[in-house]
């Protein structure tokens, strides 16, 4: 049995991440699920949250904001909406995009909307998140 399994991250902007890992735990909308080389062929929609790859060299997160994630024995593929290595966050515009969304949700005025504003904020507490566990 291989040691590990390609993982391909694409968004519509990049190919954001694209090694050989040993294992990726994701979050789908039906829970967590970990994926080891030659898993079973699956499908699955992905929730707003850190996508944790496992690698020799230690855990990586990846922020997600969700996509869909297609396992086959030998590659993992995800297609996200975005997808944010620790490298690649901006620690103050995601605090202000936070305060942002919490504040519209506050204010819960009939102009906003608060799908948008709980979405915005979730991605904002991803990012935050992803980039405390890389320091």
């Known amino acids: 049995m291989a040691k590990t399994i390609r993982l391909d991250i694409v968004?519509?902007?990049?190919?954001?991440?694209?090694?050989?890992v040993t294992m990726v735990i994701a979050r789908t909308t039906s829970g967590d699920i970990g994926i080891l080389p030659g898993h079973a062929a699956l499908i699955a929609a992905l929730e707003i949250w850190p996508l944790r790859v496992i690698t020799e060299n230690g855990e990586l997160q990846i922020s997600m904001?969700?996509?869909?994630?297609?396992?086959?024995?030998e590659k993992i593929t995800v297609l996200a909406n975005c997808a944010e290595l620790p490298d690649e966050i901006d620690v103050e515009r995601a605090a202000a995009a936070k305060e942002r969304a919490e504040s519209r949700l506050r204010t819960a005025s009939p102009g906003i909307d608060l799908i948008r504003a709980e979405i915005a904020l979730k991605r904002a507490l991803v990012r935050l998140r992803v980039k405390e566990h890389k320091e």
């Open 65 to 73: 904001c969700g996509g869909f994630i297609e396992v086959q024995p």
């Open 11 to 20: 968004t519509p902007e990049k190919m954001a991440y694209s090694e050989d």
